[in-house]
Each structure stands twice: as C-alpha cells, then as structure tokens.
C-alpha cells in the first residue's frame, strides 16, 4: 500500500521559514516524480513545485520561485519543501504526490496524495 506522509506545517509569522518533508512508503521512490500543491480555504488545490526522478530537473510556481526549493533523498525515500520568506498568502493545506509517468503541474497527472500538512503565515 502506497502511503505519502507530509510533516512539519505550522505556524508561521510572516517572512519566517518552515520545511515540509514528505515520507514515502510502499513504492519504488526513484522511479516517481514527485511534486507539491497547496489548497487554500474556498480555492482550489494548485501547483506549488515538481521534481525529476532523479532530482535534476525542478519547476515551480511563479508565486514561490525564488522562495521555496523543493529538493528528495531517494535514499531515505523522503521529498522536502524548504520555504523561506513565507507570506500569508501561502497559507494553505500543503500536499505531496507521486507521478509515476509524467513531470507536470496539472494535478490529473499525479497518482499518489498525501493527506496534507496546514501552514498557516501570520500577518
């Protein structure tokens, strides 16, 4: 059974920091693109940041790039969101996801879904 654990939402002031980590179990974790989304409360769920099998290629969202840097550890089976300069409009429920064919933004494409972790960016 596929499981994607996210961890380490929380509270945040503004232009504070905070890394996600997302822990995968029962798939071969090289083999996947991996990825991260956000939805925000009456929004729907949108794309934050994607990276290669092998790490070598990353894409993010204009709102987060140069913010964030989304990075894995194949070897730990772990995918991470360093997010820096938070803002309160990145406030949202954060998830990870698994694409077994495809490096893309669109949510479709993606397999697997973690439940998702909550940051919360206080003005």
């Known amino acids: 059974q596929v499981q994607l654990v996210e961890s380490g939402g929380g509270l945040v002031q503004t232009g504070g920091s905070l890394r996600l980590s997302c822990a995968a179990s029962g798939l071969t974790f090289s083999r996947f693109h991996l990825g991260w989304f956000r939805q925000a409360p009456g929004k729907e769920r949108e794309f934050v940041a994607t990276?290669?099998?092998?790490?070598?290629?990353?894409y993010y969202a204009d709102s987060v790039k140069g913010r964030f840097t989304i990075s894995r550890a194949n070897a730990n089976n772990t995918m991470y969101l360093q997010m820096n300069s938070l803002k309160p409009e990145d406030t949202a429920v954060y998830y990870c996801?698994?694409?077994?064919?495809?490096?893309?933004?669109?949510?479709?494409?993606?397999?697997?879904w973690g439940q998702g972790t909550q940051v919360t960016v206080s003005s």
């Open positions: 990276i290669a099998r092998s790490g070598g290629s990353t």
């Open positions: 996801t698994a694409s077994r064919m495809i490096l893309t933004t669109t949510p479709k494409h993606y397999n697997y």
